[in-house]
Antibody, heavy 119, light 106 residues
């Protein structure tokens, strides 16, 4: 059974940093592009970033470019999102999601990790 | 690409048909997916391509359209179908989602 489990969320002050993790199981993690998607409270979904199977290619949405860094450790079946210079508008539930190819859609999602940016 | 969904809220009685719309600000060809999200849960992939059902999705869900206009139809609403539905284009970076349509019980 495919499982994605996020962790690392919490309360952080504006300007602070946080690192999210996503532990994958039930599939060959190293064979898939992986993504981060977020959802602000009561709002819609926003794709943030993705990373190629071997980590050699990464893409970001403009709103987080230069502040967030996606990475992965295939030996640990884990995906990460390093978030720096956090702002109040980054408050959201952060989901990791597996890419279903062909195409750029998401066939499995984690349960999400809440990040709250507030003083 | 801006994805616009309508209506924002759809009130439907169980057993009735629901028709949800998604419009793209420019052509996304057939690169359109639909997701269902229930309160407190992650989104679930329903339809892509834009008429192929994902694994284990019941046949009462169907998708259609191409270019800029897309439709998700639920032929006979069941109690478990009341949720928020999002469309997503994957034709051009960045990947973008619509604002969602909430399907509620009438």
């Amino acid at each position: 059974e495919v499982q994605l489990v996020e962790s690392g969320g919490g309360l952080v002050q504006p300007g602070g940093s946080l690192r999210l993790s996503c532990a994958a199981s039930g599939f060959t993690f190293s064979s898939y592009w992986m993504n981060w998607v977020r959802q602000a409270p009561g709002k819609g979904l926003e794709w943030l970033a993705n990373i190629k199977q071997d980590g050699s290619d990464k893409n970001y949405v403009d709103s987080v470019k230069g502040r967030f860094t996606i990475s992965r450790d295939n030996a640990k079946n884990s995906l990460y999102l390093q978030m720096n210079s956090l702002r109040a508008e980054d408050t959201a539930v952060y989901y990791c999601a597996r890419r279903q190819s062909p195409g750029w859609l998401f066939d499995y999602w984690g349960q999400g990790s809440l990040v709250t940016v507030s003083s | 690409i801006v994805m616009t969904q309508s209506p924002a809220t759809l009130s439907v009685s169980p057993g009735e048909r629901a028709t949800l719309s998604c419009r793209a600000s420019q052509s996304v060809s057939s690169n359109l997916a639909w997701y269902q999200q229930k309160p407190g849960q992650a989104p679930r992939l329903l339809i892509y391509g834009p008429s192929t059902r994902a694994t284990d999705i019941p046949a009462r869900f169907s998708g259609s359209g191409s270019g800029t206009e897309f439709t998700l139809t639920i032929s006979s609403l069941q109690s478990e179908d009341f949720a928020v539905y999002y469309c997503q284009q994957y034709n051009k970076w960045p990947l973008t989602f619509g604002g969602g349509t909430k399907v509620e019980i009438k």
